[in-house]
């Protein structure tokens, strides 16, 4: 069981320079989410997706975008790179409210981006 | 005001102390709490969920949750150095499907 896996685990990319983090989780959870986190600092909410087809902002969306078309993945964006997106990045997944486990986030192990 | 507060620490204890981490969360129709555990380079693991008012047992853990005062806090008993990391509270608001984050309190665990 693989439960939520991202890649790259790392990359560096030039200003202005675009990526895709790519996210897959294995166990069928409605809800995903990006999170960016800097050096220090706690969890902010880029974008999320209650399910396929439906995405909505966080925190922390300019720079970003994300498309969900499949229950499973959900990748990030990043177009024009800047130096103010070196972080690091995790991706989540979790079911819905309602049952056992509501907003429990199971977390992938991250991608540390740096633009130089 | 933020969304999620917490105290960034670090909080030193000894060991086999109890260890108290608090926060302080804006939105009063949050439902969901949590606290997460983070170590340095990794990514953060579920401690404790809590969803009532009052206390919740879980081994060395305990959450309280008061939601008239909208505070939420986590006691480790017998503290052990390998509970040295970084704790984050964790709330749903802005609508259910979000769960926001505080800074986190960086918690050591002295031998």
């Known amino acids: 069981n693989a439960g939520v896996t991202q890649t790259p685990k790392f990359r560096i990319l030039k200003i202005g320079q675009s990526m895709t983090l790519q996210c897959t989780q294995d166990?069928?959870?409605?809800?995903m989410y990006w999170y960016r986190q800097d050096p220090g600092m706690g969890l902010k909410l880029i974008y999320y997706?209650?399910?396929?087809?439906?995405?909505d902002k966080g925190e922390v969306p300019n720079g970003y975008n994300v498309s969900r078309s499949t229950t499973e993945d959900f990748p990030l964006r990043l177009e024009l790179a800047a130096p103010s997106q070196t972080s690091v990045y995790f991706c989540a997944s979790s079911y819905p409210p309602g049952g056992g486990g509501a907003n429990v986030l199971t977390f992938g192990a991250g991608s540390r981006l740096t633009v130089l | 005001q933020k969304e999620v507060e917490q105290n960034s620490g670090p909080l030193s204890v000894p060991e086999g102390a109890i260890a108290s981490l608090n926060c302080t969360y804006s939105d009063r129709g949050s439902q969901s709490f949590f606290w997460y555990r983070q170590y340095s380079g990794k990514s953060p693991e579920l401690i404790m969920s809590i969803y009532s008012n009052g206390d919740k047992e879980d081994g060395r853990f305990t959450a309280q949750l008061n939601k008239a005062s909208q505070y939420v806090s986590l006691l480790i008993r017998d503290s052990q150095p390998s509970d040295s990391a970084t704790y984050l509270c964790?709330?749903?608001?802005?609508?259910?499907?979000?769960?926001?984050f505080g800074t986190g309190t960086k918690l050591q665990v002295i031998p």
């Open positions: 166990m069928n959870h409605n809800y």
């Open positions: 997706s209650v399910g396929a087809g439906i995405t």
């Open positions: 964790a709330v749903n608001s802005g609508g259910y499907q979000k769960v926001t």
